[in-house]
């Protein structure tokens, strides 16, 4: 089966920046993707990685290297509205996805 | 404006009744899922579909039941099987196969009288 792992939370300063790692366990996937979650509300899609290395979009970036089973999101110039859970997902050769169990992430003024 | 709706937003269920969640999309996607969210925790897969009356089972299928008898609809049934079934729903889509964004309803949040 696929696991993943995240730490259940992350606390940081408005303007500073932020790293997500999310380690995982599976035979293969077709590449790693990132929501965020704000409490109460849906999930949305952040950025997905189907290569190594870094993807970036915006304030957001995420990496990913295959050979260590390790990504993160990397948040730069904080703010209040970053507040919220980050959950990565593998996909599975496009049959499924499978999600970790969430960073919950705190931004403090 | 394209997207994915679910109703009802709030659902209540009595002992061994079932309940359909309904979940909508006109985003043309051929792939579709169902999600059960638990406070505090991360999305765990109950039933997908990547086409048109055929889906199959996620990893936690066990008192729930689906159909995908058109491309835009795919509602999910909580049966009375489902003995713990307080938790928030999501249904998501995609494009289909290979196709790595998932697009999410805004969810309903199931609970037991």
């Known amino acids: 089966g696929q696991s993943l792992e995240q730490p259940s939370e992350v606390t940081a300063v408005e303007g500073a920046i932020v790293q997500i790692n999310c380690t995982y366990q599976?035979?293969?996937?077709?590449?790693l993707s990132w929501y965020q979650q704000h409490d109460g509300g849906a999930p949305t899609f952040l950025s997905y990685?189907?290569?190594?290395g870094l993807e970036e979009t915006g304030r957001f970036s995420s990496f990913l290297s295959r050979s260590d089973s390790y990504g993160y999101l990397l948040l730069q110039e904080l703010q209040m509205k970053d507040s919220a859970s980050y959950f990565c997902?593998?996909?599975?050769?496009?049959?499924?996805?499978?999600f970790g169990p969430g960073t919950r992430l705190s931004v403090l003024p | 404006d394209g997207g994915i709706t679910q109703s009802p937003k709030y659902l209540f269920r009595k002992e061994g009744q079932n309940v359909t969640l309904s979940c909508e999309q006109n985003?043309?996607?051929?792939?579709m899922y169902w999600y059960r969210q638990d406070p505090g925790q991360g999305l765990r897969l109950i039933y997908y579909?990547?086409?048109?009356?055929?889906?199959q089972k996620g990893d936690i299928a066990e008192g729930y039941s689906v159909s995908r008898e058109k491309k835009e609809s795919f509602p999910l049934t909580v049966t009375s099987a489902q003995k713990n079934p307080t938790a928030f729903y999501l249904c998501?889509?995609?494009?289909?196969?290979?196709?790595?964004?998932?697009?999410f309803g805004p969810g309903t949040r199931l609970l037991v009288l």
């Open positions: 579909s990547q086409i048109v009356n055929d889906f």
């Open positions: 599976t035979s293969g996937f077709y590449g």
């Open positions: 985003l043309n996607h051929d792939a």
């Open positions: 990685n189907a290569l190594d």
């Open positions: 998501a889509s995609s494009i289909g196969k290979g196709q790595e964004t998932q697009y």
């Open positions: 997902a593998l996909d599975n050769y496009g049959q499924n996805f499978v």
